[in-house]
């Protein structure tokens, strides 16, 4: 053979292996770290498709070096989350056993008429049996209940709403405008926690999709998403610009579900897209009006944080609520996670907890918002709002879990008298389920808090006549606290719906998983009684107008969350199921309610 024909041949055999070589990635480029259960490490292969539209659409503002993922190795170093020996009787296990069986009946129920009636759509209006589509039109409620369809057993059922998801067109969208966030906690969550139980593949192509559709939010100058995106423009590829003003748990609520994403797929853009707002977070914790705290509101543009609003609550729980829970999902590997929940609930300890006074003298707690102002010599000021919000009650489980994963037992100590806060809260309400917001008087010392008619009726006249033009001096309270059905101890109630909401369901069970504290168990049944006996409709639950109601029952809004199903539902069920199921040592919750396989140390 001539030394042409040598050299030809080396070229085309060169090429022939460079060919197979690309052919070997393009298919076997996504990769799983962490497999489902307790199976052995596998390659699952993952139809990608290059023409794909979020995954074709040019980059305007490529990231320089990406950050790589870290790997939980050994040894490992987190305590155990769960109580370790849970002693139940039998006579309790089998009271629970009924219970599960009502929780799930509960849920079967919604599902039925969303199948019959709004199968595919975002919601159920369970009073008109009509589909509703708020989020995208991407079958927000089916996609959210799959994980909960496979906790129940429900295997027939996931499967038919596996086929139903993996025809979701995440190119197109009914909304000119999507929340990326609740996109993000909701669907990319619910995909996510479903592939994780059941390892369905069809399901991690769909979060793939989904998860590189909302990492295009992310092509802004500063690589900070765009929130209330519009999908339309950025397909275009139109220019896109963070926000100048938007709720920084919007913002800083992505890394729980990007960096699960990054752990399955090996590819670290998700975490680092995710994980560089984080450290923009980290640098800005101490340089707040209330260092330790983020604000409510803060401008993504010019990475600014210098409102004047701090709070556990409506507009801060999905963030807070993240940062112990991306510490464990990453085996402890990144101590910026814990040094932020460390430093954060050291300040709202100190500024937005406080005890309510109340006749039983119950030592509980609450959370509410504080304001800072700036006095005449330039020092700021804080300022306590003793205002409870319904979704400040997922701050019991949040210190459960971030005391018992990080070792700090004054966290758990601060749990319970959350999680009691929130209980006495409902129990107080006639109708047992507590408002979405409702005003007490916060008492001056946390120790020591004694019972004041005259000083709750005083609180109660100021709040009364704070939402007047003109002050009434006349105003009769004892008739103002009749009119408006106000228990002892509740000043003003200016929100008395009831949306369906999880967060004090879900506190308790993470309490219970926790502490084993047995009293919760009955307290939960109390509370999944008052609230299907309030919000039960002929297909499915609705929320309430107004808790205060009595009589006849209350009047109920055609609107029926997937939240109900996917999260509240869900909760009381595992209240209710054998502490295995879904172990907290195992998975971690996002703020959509969906659990995440913790992955095992290598």
Known sequence: MTRAHRHLLGTCLGAFLLLLLYRYHRTNGIHLSTPPHDAPEVTPKVRINPKYLWRKLPVRYPVVEVQPLPVVTLPQTLPKVQLADFKVSHLILDRQASRRSAAKQAFERCWKSYQSLAWGADELAPLSGSPENKSGGWGATLVDNLDTLWIMGMHDEFKKAVASVTNIKFETTQSPEINTHNVNIHLLGGLLAAFDLSGDRKLLEKSIELGDMLYAAFDTPNRMPIIHWNAHKAALHEEQLAEEDILGAELGSFALEFTRLSQITGDPKYFDAAHRVMKLFDRQQNATKLAGLWPVSVNAREELFDDNTFTLGTEASSLYRSLPLVYALLGGQVPMYRKMYEDAMLTAAAHSLFRPMDPEGKNVLMSGTTRVTTTENGDLQTHLEAQMQYRSCFAGGMFALGGTLLNIPTHQEIAHKLVDGCIWAHRVIPLGIMPETFDVVPCASQTNCPWSEWLWKQEVWKKANSLEPEPNPNLNVNTFIKDHRLPKGIVGIPNTAYNLRPEAIESMFTLYRISGRED??????????????????????????????????????????????????????????????????????????????????S
């Open 520 to 601: 919760l168990l009955d307290t939960a049944w109390d509370m999944f009684q008052a609230m299907q006996s309030a919000t039960q409709t002929k297909n499915g639950n609705a929320a309430i107008v107004a808790v205060t109601d009595e009589g006849s029952g209350p009047t109920l809004i055609d609107s029926m969350d997937s939240m109900w199903m996917s999260q509240t539902i869900k909760y009381f069920y595992l209240m209710f199921s054998s502490p295995d199921l879904i172990s907290l040592d195992e998975f971690v919750f996002n703020a959509g309610g969906h659990p995440l396989k913790r992955p095992k140390a």
